[in-house]
Nanobody
Framework: QVQLVESGGGLGQPGGSLRLSCTAS????????MGWYRQAPGKQREVVAT???????HLADAVKGRFTISRDNAKNTVILQMNSLKPEDTSVYYC?????????????????????WGQGTQVTVSS
């Protein structure tokens, strides 16, 4: 089993900073692309930032110049550094990862590649 556990959400001030972290644990063989998405009440989930295995990043226009995404492959972790926060950044943020998991059945290993999601962490930007 694989789990993505997020941390670092909470209340931020306009113009302030927050840092989100997400770590994959369990039967992880390898991780491909990782990313952060967000979903505000009554709106569809949208991509915020993604990072590939070679550290190529893509950021949504709404967060370019303010947010950065990075990863630590040794720790199976992806980080979203959010600076210059705005009230419109208020949302539930979800971590996503393309994970190849393994399973050992009587010394025979099976592998399966799937998309995994974290449980979500609330970010509220307000004075």
């Amino acid at each position: 089993q694989v789990q993505l556990v997020e941390s670092g959400g909470g209340l931020g001030q306009p113009g302030g900073s927050l840092r989100l972290s997400c770590t994959a644990s369990g039967s992880v063989l390898s991780i491909g692309d990782m990313g952060w998405y967000r979903q505000a009440p009554g709106k569809q989930r949208e991509v915020v930032a993604t990072i590939s295995t070679d550290n190529t990043t893509h950021l949504a226009d709404a967060v370019k110049g303010r947010f950065t995404i990075s990863r630590d492959n040794a720790k199976n972790t992806v980080i979203l550094q959010m600076n210059s926060l705005k009230p419109e950044d208020t949302s539930v943020y979800y971590c996503n990862a393309d994970v190849t998991a393994y399973r050992d059945v009587d010394d025979v290993f099976y592998f399966k590649r799937s998309q995994y999601w974290g449980q979500g962490t609330q970010v509220t930007v307000s004075s």
